[in-house]
């Protein structure tokens, strides 16, 4: 931290001097505030212009390189003092506001209010402030978007010489973006710790100015929901901490606590649970205190602020990977990915998310796309090295499974997401000793994925966020995730076998390739069960498609471009909900050859995020969420804005769009197949390896029909030309290739471990040796569609849904009104042939029991089921216009169905009808209202995934409602049974109400 006389650029030994010449300006309380030590040194051993800059990357220091000595272990730390903009609320509380875009801010505050902050783009660190004479209680807040994240907004930390600091955690590391100082003259101070990790001390602490803990307001280790801004609800698993933190802590002004396992101390004194509330579960500890008010005359006016700043924290290492193509989209992608790597990069590993939510830890799975991004944008020995660590780390493949507990290796498919690692690790790299060492953990890895292979019944227990593929948590999960989980079995042996047999294990590499090879006859057996007397592969969904794609062994090329025309060409239903499973679905494109579609998927789903927010990718994401969200919006579900999973389009621009691909581990050889098309003309990427840096430039001229690759080779390898046109179908004339100007044959194709079959066979092949050469090739002169350029006229936007040809239009099956004029009010208008009131009817002789539906189903509606949710009554009063109506006579009541607050999935509707009939469903919702006895109120904006019940494919555009405080009915025309989530930004999401009509 420091000072108001020190300037960033200032010397530490200068600072101490200045700081004893202003010492008696500093205000007694501060003064008597504990000096502030930075947890990391300031950026040093660094140039700043040791790079290009790069326009379309996010990262402020993409151009700064460190020098070798550097020990890239140890994080610096950097500073950035002027935010891009600032919003006081209300204005009059603050004079000289436009001062904190200026080096030497000076602003007054004279009244109540708050300054919010924003630094563009989001950065790993921490926030802080200085006031030379704030002698009050002020809170400090940060979040990814526009609105404090929950659980963010703490009383700052004193420290000597005025500087205040927010510390959300004790690791200062959390996704700044924006920042906030609120100042309330009236206000009770409190403290909050939100869900901070098992094991991990955390510290309530009042301000000096205010006094005493007064009292805990919850205090809980366990699975507990909500935050320190919106009210916490007891988690499923919970122990009640309020009454021993009272106890022990009331009356001081901080108090330690923390919890593992069945035993917590708090401020010292252990306690002992009584055993562990809910073992192999992963818990947080939560705490809300509220401090006494200040004194009377403490909370004084006016004081001033003299800095704001975020202070981030980076890993000192180079970009020594680059990309660019013609289409700044991907390139923006590229970067973005790689910074998002960059920032959960830790001295012992990988985070695997950067807003700390409490589940911050290396998790096994999460890291895969994560890893191979680093493995890309940043590659070196030190990078090498710190993959490695994070797979020693998560590696749950030992002999003896007690010794080595892995978060989440419970997961099935994360355990060979694992080992999907360790190949990408060994492929770069090259380092077959410790490859080796690592074979025996992967080989029960695998063998346990095949012991399982096809098991009815399997507890798959997570294969993403998506619902296709069972939303989470699902247990035996749903046919899309087990055969999703089957291919990527069948995937993990190809994979281990091609490892082994470079690393020089012959005979384990045989014996996995047979693996694959039988488990892929096993699955292809497998009759249809969704398509009687259909095709063996008519199962399959988007997700299992690209994972059975991927596996290698499974299709034949004539099925895999059925199933390709089947799935993977509807821009409606390409996304996955989760980035984290895109990368799988875009490496699947990509390996069948279909690589403008691929580039059109990068576009559309992750491209929207790119215009939403600066700096990384997102945990979850529709592209139909950019039709009701602008920029530094907070997303339905709350999901982390900077979750490294979602990293996957960097690793596969570098290896599938320019093509850099090793044929031996740690690139002793290696092939170049740069994909250039009409859409996309021109691809560009350089590479460090263990033998020097690859460089790959490729560009296609259409008016003159060539294509020309420049390649720097540091050791002998291939260049891939694409043999046919996948726009047009036109074929590369062999005759016109050439060298560095003299002609050349192609060579066989080369044994290339590391791509597709499908895709190798796609290309013809030039031998190059160590250098620098152009090779040149030109389409087949009697071919004039390679003159064509393709239709790129914008097919007109859906509801939001960004054009992506070569995706056709995006059409949806069902589409959606909102009616947010008759309000309570609906008969005669809806519910005509039935309707569900969720606990209209309160029990008033057995209210414990809950509140009863009123239920009138047609005959056409075989169920209506609340998969996540639960209902409650809120109340009965006819004179309220948002109150529905009784049918049965005189009144009104309303009821409300919810999963929980903020940050859940949503509440979830499967409603069950006649395939064929056409209807109308209408949900009802209300904002602003709390059920009896419920400490949380309704929505005031909330969103709606729509989904057919059999595919869950989304049917319809997300809609946004908002505005609802007099009730809003929703209605959806469809066919077939629908899923509707109903996903939270604010409070509580859910519905009081369902309607059927027959449609029109």
């Given at each position: 931290?420091?000072?108001?006389?020190?300037?960033?650029?200032?010397?530490?030994?200068?600072?101490?001097?200045?700081?004893?010449?202003?010492?008696?300006?500093?205000?007694?309380?501060?003064?008597?505030?504990?000096?502030?030590?930075?947890?990391?040194?300031?950026?040093?051993?660094?140039?700043?212009?040791?790079?290009?800059?790069?326009?379309?990357?996010?990262?402020?220091?993409?151009?700064?390189?460190?020098?070798?000595?550097?020990?890239?272990?140890?994080?610096?730390?950097?500073?950035?003092?002027?935010?891009?903009?600032?919003?006081?609320?209300?204005?009059?509380?603050?004079?000289?506001?436009?001062?904190?875009?200026?080096?030497?801010?000076?602003?007054?505050?004279?009244?109540?209010?708050?300054?919010?902050?924003?630094?563009?783009?989001?950065?790993?660190?921490?926030?802080?402030?200085?006031?030379?004479?704030?002698?009050?209680?002020?809170?400090?807040?940060?979040?990814?978007?526009?609105?404090?994240?929950?659980?963010?907004?703490?009383?700052?930390?004193?420290?000597?010489?005025?500087?205040?600091?927010?510390?959300?955690?004790?690791?200062?590391?959390?996704?700044?973006?924006?920042?906030?100082?609120?100042?309330?003259?009236?206000?009770?101070?409190?403290?909050?710790?939100?869900?901070?990790?098992?094991?991990?001390?955390?510290?309530?602490?009042?301000?000096?100015?205010?006094?005493?803990?007064?009292?805990?307001?919850?205090?809980?280790?366990?699975?507990?929901?909500?935050?320190?801004?919106?009210?916490?609800?007891?988690?499923?698993?919970?122990?009640?901490?309020?009454?021993?933190?009272?106890?022990?802590?009331?009356?001081?002004?901080?108090?330690?606590?923390?919890?593992?396992?069945?035993?917590?101390?708090?401020?010292?004194?252990?306690?002992?649970?009584?055993?562990?509330?809910?073992?192999?579960?992963?818990?947080?500890?939560?705490?809300?205190?509220?401090?006494?008010?200040?004194?009377?005359?403490?909370?004084?006016?006016?004081?001033?602020?003299?800095?704001?700043?975020?202070?981030?924290?980076?890993?000192?290492?180079?970009?020594?990977?680059?990309?660019?193509?013609?289409?700044?989209?991907?390139?923006?992608?590229?970067?973005?990915?790689?910074?998002?790597?960059?920032?959960?990069?830790?001295?012992?590993?990988?985070?695997?998310?950067?807003?700390?939510?409490?589940?911050?830890?290396?998790?096994?799975?999460?890291?895969?796309?994560?890893?191979?991004?680093?493995?890309?944008?940043?590659?070196?020995?030190?990078?090498?090295?710190?993959?490695?660590?994070?797979?020693?780390?998560?590696?749950?493949?030992?002999?003896?499974?007690?010794?080595?507990?892995?978060?989440?290796?419970?997961?099935?498919?994360?355990?060979?997401?694992?080992?999907?690692?360790?190949?990408?690790?060994?492929?770069?790299?090259?380092?077959?000793?410790?490859?080796?060492?690592?074979?025996?953990?992967?080989?029960?890895?695998?063998?346990?994925?095949?012991?399982?292979?096809?098991?009815?019944?399997?507890?798959?227990?997570?294969?993403?966020?998506?619902?296709?593929?069972?939303?989470?948590?699902?247990?035996?999960?749903?046919?899309?995730?087990?055969?999703?989980?089957?291919?990527?079995?069948?995937?993990?042996?190809?994979?281990?076998?091609?490892?082994?047999?470079?690393?020089?294990?012959?005979?384990?590499?045989?014996?996995?390739?047979?693996?694959?090879?039988?488990?892929?006859?096993?699955?292809?057996?497998?009759?249809?069960?969704?398509?009687?007397?259909?095709?063996?592969?008519?199962?399959?969904?988007?997700?299992?498609?690209?994972?059975?794609?991927?596996?290698?062994?499974?299709?034949?090329?004539?099925?895999?471009?059925?199933?390709?025309?089947?799935?993977?060409?509807?821009?409606?239903?390409?996304?996955?909900?989760?980035?984290?499973?895109?990368?799988?679905?875009?490496?699947?494109?990509?390996?069948?050859?279909?690589?403008?579609?691929?580039?059109?998927?990068?576009?559309l789903c992750w491209g929207p995020m790119l215009e939403l927010g600066k700096g990384c990718f997102w945990e979850l994401f529709s592209p139909e969420w950019a039709r009701f969200m602008s920029k530094g919006d907070k997303a339905p579900t709350r999901p982390s804005y900077c979750h490294p999973w979602a990293d996957g389009v960097t690793p596969w621009l570098t290896h599938s769009l320019a093509g850099i691909v090793p044929l031996k581990p740690g690139y002793k050889t290696f092939a170049a197949l740069p994909h250039v098309s009409q859409r996309s003309p021109n691809v560009s990427a350089t590479h460090e390896t263990p033998y020097g840096r690859i460089a790959v430039d490729a560009v296609r001229n259409t008016a003159l029909g060539t294509v020309r690759v420049r390649v720097d080779a540091p050791v002998p390898g291939f260049v891939g030309l694409r043999s046919t046109d996948e726009a047009t179908g036109c074929g590369l004339?062999?005759?016109?290739?050439?060298?560095?100007?003299?002609?050349?044959?192609?060579?066989?194709?080369?044994?290339?471990?590391?791509?597709?079959?499908?895709?190798?066979?796609?290309?013809?092949?030039?031998?190059?040796?160590?250098?620098?050469?152009?090779?040149?090739?030109?389409?087949?002169?009697?071919?004039?569609?390679?003159?064509?350029?393709?239709?790129?006229?914008?097919?007109?936007?859906?509801?939001?849904?960004?054009?992506?040809?070569?995706?056709?239009?995006?059409?949806?099956?069902?589409?959606?009104?909102?009616?947010?004029?008759?309000?309570?009010?609906?008969?005669?208008?809806?519910?005509?042939?039935?309707?569900?009131?969720?606990?209209?009817?309160?029990?008033?002789?057995?209210?414990?029991?809950?509140?009863?539906?009123?239920?009138?189903?047609?005959?056409?509606?075989?169920?209506?089921?609340?998969?996540?949710?639960?209902?409650?009554?809120?109340?009965?009063?006819?004179?309220?216009?948002?109150?529905?109506?009784?049918?049965?006579?005189?009144?009104?009541?309303?009821?409300?169905?919810?999963?929980?607050?903020?940050?859940s999935q949503g509440t979830v509707l499967d409603i069950n009808v006649t395939v064929g009939t056409s209807y109308n469903v209408s949900l009802y919702m209300v904002s602003a209202v709390k059920p009896v006895g419920g400490s949380t109120w309704s929505f005031s904006k909330q969103a709606i995934r729509i989904m057919d019940l059999e595919t869950l494919d989304p049917i319809a555009p997300d809609v946004l409602i908002t505005h609802a405080d007099g009730g809003v009915f929703w209605t959806l025309t469809y066919n077939r049974g629908v899923r509707l989530r109903v996903m939270p930004i604010d409070s509580d999401a859910g519905f009081s109400a369902v309607f059927f009509d027959r449609g029109t």
């Amino acid at each position: 931290c420091r000072g108001p006389t020190r300037s960033i650029a200032m010397p530490r030994t200068m600072f101490y001097v200045l700081a004893i010449c202003v010492w008696d300006h500093v205000m007694a309380a501060t003064a008597a505030a504990p000096p502030c030590e930075e947890p990391f040194l300031p950026l040093h051993g660094n140039n700043p212009f040791g790079n290009q800059k790069v326009p379309e990357s996010p990262d402020p220091l993409v151009s700064t390189t460190w020098s070798a000595s550097v020990n890239t272990s140890n994080l610096q730390q950097y500073e950035v003092a002027v935010p891009t903009r600032v919003d006081a609320f209300p204005p009059s509380a603050f004079i000289g506001v436009a001062s904190l875009l200026t080096a030497t801010p000076n602003v007054t505050v004279v009244g109540k209010g708050s300054l919010r902050f924003f630094f563009d783009t989001e950065r790993a660190g921490w926030f802080e402030f200085e006031s030379a004479d704030l002698a009050t209680t002020v809170t400090a807040s940060i979040s990814e978007y526009n609105e404090p994240w929950p659980g963010k907004t703490r009383v700052p930390v004193a420290y000597a010489n005025g500087v205040y600091r927010l510390e959300t955690n004790p690791q200062l590391y959390e996704g700044v973006t924006y920042a906030w100082i609120s100042y309330d003259p009236e206000s009770n101070p409190s403290t909050c710790i939100a869900h901070g990790n098992e094991d991990q001390p955390a510290t309530v602490t009042c301000p000096a100015a205010s006094g005493a803990i007064k009292a805990v307001t919850f205090a809980e280790f366990g699975t507990a929901s909500g935050g320190c801004d919106s009210g916490f609800t007891p988690g499923s698993c919970a122990v009640d901490l309020a009454g021993n933190i009272t106890l022990a802590c009331a009356g001081k002004t901080s108090c330690t606590v923390s919890c593992i396992q069945g035993t917590c101390t708090i401020d010292g004194t252990k306690l002992d649970l009584g055993g562990d509330p809910c073992p192999g579960t992963p818990k947080s500890l939560t705490v809300d205190v509220e401090c006494d008010r200040p004194s009377s005359g403490s909370n004084t006016v006016p004081w001033h602020l003299t800095a704001v700043r975020v202070v981030a924290q980076v890993r000192p290492v180079n970009y020594s990977g680059t990309f660019k193509s013609s289409d700044h989209v991907l390139t923006q992608s590229w970067y973005t990915g790689a910074y998002g790597s960059r920032l959960n990069m830790m001295p012992y590993g990988f985070n695997s998310i950067l807003m700390d939510r409490g589940d911050r830890v290396s998790i096994q799975g999460d890291g895969h796309p994560t890893m191979a991004a680093a493995l890309v944008a940043f590659p070196s020995a030190d990078t090498y090295d710190l993959v490695h660590q994070m797979l020693v780390q998560t590696d749950s493949g030992c002999a003896n499974h007690s010794i080595c507990p892995v978060v989440d290796s419970g997961l099935m498919p994360y355990p060979l997401y694992w080992a999907s690692s360790v190949n990408d690790w060994y492929w770069a790299s090259g380092d077959t000793n410790r490859v080796l060492q690592l074979a025996p953990d992967m080989g029960r890895i695998v063998d346990n994925a095949v012991e399982k292979f096809l098991q009815p019944g399997l507890n798959v227990a997570w294969f993403g966020w998506d619902d296709r593929v069972g939303n989470g948590f699902c247990g035996e999960c749903n046919l899309e995730a087990q055969l999703g989980f089957a291919s990527l079995t069948i995937r993990a042996c190809n994979d281990f076998s091609a490892t082994l047999k470079h690393a020089g294990d012959t005979v384990n590499a045989t014996k996995y390739a047979a693996t694959a090879i039988r488990l892929a006859q096993t699955l292809r057996a497998r009759p249809a069960t969704t398509v009687p007397g259909g095709e063996w592969w008519e199962d399959y969904g988007v997700h299992a498609a690209a994972y059975m794609i991927n596996a290698k062994s499974v299709a034949t090329a004539a099925e895999q471009e059925a199933i390709f025309h089947k799935v993977l060409t509807n821009s409606v239903t390409i996304c996955s909900w989760s980035p984290f499973n895109q990368y799988w679905i875009l490496q699947a494109l990509g390996n069948l050859g279909k690589m403008d579609y691929a580039i059109a998927s990068i576009k559309l789903c992750w491209g929207p995020m790119l215009e939403l927010g600066k700096g990384c990718f997102w945990e979850l994401f529709s592209p139909e969420w950019a039709r009701f969200m602008s920029k530094g919006d907070k997303a339905p579900t709350r999901p982390s804005y900077c979750h490294p999973w979602a990293d996957g389009v960097t690793p596969w621009l570098t290896h599938s769009l320019a093509g850099i691909v090793p044929l031996k581990p740690g690139y002793k050889t290696f092939a170049a197949l740069p994909h250039v098309s009409q859409r996309s003309p021109n691809v560009s990427a350089t590479h460090e390896t263990p033998y020097g840096r690859i460089a790959v430039d490729a560009v296609r001229n259409t008016a003159l029909g060539t294509v020309r690759v420049r390649v720097d080779a540091p050791v002998p390898g291939f260049v891939g030309l694409r043999s046919t046109d996948e726009a047009t179908g036109c074929g590369l004339d062999e005759s016109t290739f050439s060298v560095n100007g003299e002609a050349v044959a192609a060579s066989p194709q080369p044994t290339i471990d590391a791509v597709h079959p499908t895709l190798a066979a796609q290309h013809h092949y030039i031998a190059v040796p160590v250098g620098v050469y152009t090779i040149t090739a030109a389409f087949h002169s009697d071919c004039a569609l390679y003159r064509t350029v393709p239709d790129v006229k914008v097919h007109g936007a859906v509801d939001g849904l960004p054009d992506s040809p070569p995706f056709p239009p995006a059409v949806y099956p069902g589409s959606w009104t909102v009616d947010t004029a008759t309000r309570g009010k609906w008969i005669n208008k809806y519910g005509k042939d039935g309707y569900v009131l969720f606990a209209y009817d309160q029990q008033i002789k057995a209210p414990s029991l809950g509140a009863k539906d009123l239920t009138k189903l047609p005959v056409w509606v075989n169920s209506v089921i609340i998969w996540k949710g639960s209902s409650a009554y809120v109340g009965r009063d006819i004179t309220n216009a948002s109150y529905l109506q009784d049918p049965r006579g005189d009144g009104a009541a309303l009821g409300f169905v919810t999963k929980g607050a903020d940050g859940s999935q949503g509440t979830v509707l499967d409603i069950n009808v006649t395939v064929g009939t056409s209807y109308n469903v209408s949900l009802y919702m209300v904002s602003a209202v709390k059920p009896v006895g419920g400490s949380t109120w309704s929505f005031s904006k909330q969103a709606i995934r729509i989904m057919d019940l059999e595919t869950l494919d989304p049917i319809a555009p997300d809609v946004l409602i908002t505005h609802a405080d007099g009730g809003v009915f929703w209605t959806l025309t469809y066919n077939r049974g629908v899923r509707l989530r109903v996903m939270p930004i604010d409070s509580d999401a859910g519905f009081s109400a369902v309607f059927f009509d027959r449609g029109t």
